[in-house]
């Protein structure tokens, strides 16, 4: 018998005709090639459907979704998760780009995990041109101690149990830019109050931090800071966390320190 489909990467994309195809590549060339790729598209107005159709054609694993008009990440992702019928959640953005064991690594460990962990990542390159790249690690957080979470960053990449993010119901899009910017940490954030998280401590994501298309592009930096501060804050209170955040903007981000300790939380 052929073995069971657990994973489904899914692609958000909006416009990115250009660069999609190093992050499809980097799926099919994947050690694991046991997956669905799903591509959802916030109603690009660029050839990407073409793209798509190209890959289509040689590949039956792949499919294509197209918004009926442009909502943002949260709508995408959440139209996702409605498509979405394997156990995991791998979320690829459209212009980074996967290690080729990143869903061997991600599926043999989160096998091993409980069914109380909704999320697994690795450490990432975050290139910021072709030639300068800095390796980011993370480290594994806990719903008894999820106070901590309130000073990370984002993780990658997001390795998600897709059952965990149905009890959770999915992304939010209901915050004052409708659910356009930081999925990342608000869906971390809702996960939390119920799941732990995994972290493996390989390389297995590269993301892209010099295509002038991201939606962190400077212009919508002040929206983050408004955002992570806001939700920091009410995450803080609804937590009861003792350690007090205390926020400062380093190279115009948001960063968030405590004032005294969470691991006690």
């Excluded at 992050?23 to 959802?40: E, R």
């Excluded at 959770?168 to 996960?191: S, T």
């Excluded at 732990?196 to 297995?204: G, K, Q, S, T, V």
């Amino acid at each position: 018998m052929p073995e069971e489909n657990k994973v489904t990467v899914v692609i958000p994309t909006y416009n990115r005709a250009h660069l999609i195809h190093k992050a499809i590549d980097s799926v099919l060339a994947q050690t694991h090639q046991n997956w669905n790729l799903l591509i959802i598209d916030d109603a690009s107005t660029d050839h990407t459907i073409e793209i798509i159709e190209s890959y289509h054609k040689q590949y039956d694993q792949i499919s294509y979704f197209c918004m009926p008009q442009n909502m943002g990440i949260g709508h995408v992702l959440n139209k996702a998760l409605q498509l979405v019928k394997t156990e995991f959640l791998l979320q690829l953005d459209s212009d980074d780009w996967l290690e080729e064991k990143c869903i061997e690594t991600l599926l043999k460990a989160m096998e091993k995990e409980p069914h109380s962990t909704a999320l697994c990542y690795g450490n990432h390159l975050s290139w910021k041109s072709k030639y300068r790249k800095k390796l980011r690690r993370s480290r594994s957080f806990y719903s008894d101690k999820k106070c901590i979470l309130l000073t990370a960053n984002s993780v990658y990449p997001r390795f998600y149990r897709t059952s965990c993010l149905r009890y959770v119901n999915g992304w939010d899009v209901n915050d004052k830019f409708n659910g356009r910017h930081m999925e990342d940490l608000q869906i971390m954030f809702k996960l939390i109050e119920h799941f732990n998280f995994h972290w493996i401590d390989e390389h297995l994501y590269n993301l892209s931090r010099f295509n002038r298309e991201r939606l962190t592009k400077r212009e919508n930096i002040h929206k983050y800071n408004e955002l992570r501060r806001d939700l920091v804050i009410k995450k803080q209170n609804e937590w009861r966390c003792n350690c007090i955040p205390k926020f400062k903007n380093t190279n115009r981000w948001l960063k968030v320190f405590l004032k005294s300790s969470c691991e006690k939380e």
